[in-house]
């Protein structure tokens, strides 16, 4: 799989959507259109993914096409061992979060997601990093372009509960992970969050 054709393949998806969402002449919007199913057709190929699959996702994207935003909570508890979710999709742990919700901010996003994916309450500390998706080694690729917003935040209270989109919730120890879902977070994601956190350094990481 080569990378390139995948981020031709978004780059081409987002003018489209730009171009669709602001153009008035019908012969133009006929070609980015056409624009839009040349790169579904090199996603669905690269990604191998179902053509149809694509084309329904980029035809649901309107406006303006712009980078999704998600977060991910990084709660560490009394041991520091940092909590995780065991996903239902794929049966695989990762640290709680997701997209974020449109009305919130960033750190009320990722308390929310923790809330409902682990049951544990939690206060956002601090933005540990800003990652282009892009710029780490993911091993499955994604439609769209993708920055994870890590904060860290400290656990006030709440009970392990599982949810609609996970199938168990525990603490870990950083050096003992279990099998992550490696399409949402790494182990050295996870291993540089707890140097920021020794660390206590202030600046958040980048890229």
């Known amino acids: 799989m080569d990378p390139r054709f995948l981020d031709w393949a978004r780059r081409l998806q987002a003018a489209a959507q730009s171009g669709l969402a602001f153009t ?3 012969f133009e919007a006929e070609r980015y259109e056409e624009v839009r199913r040349i790169a579904a057709e090199m996603m669905a190929a690269t990604a191998e993914m179902q053509i149809e699959k694509v084309e329904a996702l980029f035809a649901a994207e309107k406006g303006y096409g712009t980078v999704k935003l998600g977060v991910r909570g990084v709660v560490f508890d009394t041991e520091g061992r940092v909590l995780l979710v065991k996903e239902r999709a794929d049966g695989l742990w990762t640290l709680p979060g997701g ?3 449109v009305g919130l901010s960033g750190a ?7 809330e409902e994916e682990s049951g544990y309450l939690t206060r956002t500390v601090r ?7 892009e710029k780490h080694p993911h091993p499955q690729p994604y439609p769209f372009h993708v920055y994870n917003l890590f904060f860290l935040c400290e656990l006030l209270g709440g009970e392990a509960r599982t949810s609609a989109e996970t199938e168990d919730v525990g603490f870990f120890s950083v050096d003992d992970l279990p099998p992550l879902s490696a399409g949402r977070v790494l182990p050295a994601q996870i291993e540089r969050m707890r140097q920021l956190c020794d660390k206590n350094e202030v600046l958040a990481d980048f890229d």
């Open 108 to 114: 009320e996003n990722v308390v929310k997601e923790i």
């Open 99 to 101: 997209f974020a919700d």
């Open 24 to 26: 008035k002449n019908p």
């Open 127 to 133: 933005l540990l990093a800003v990652y282009d998706r």
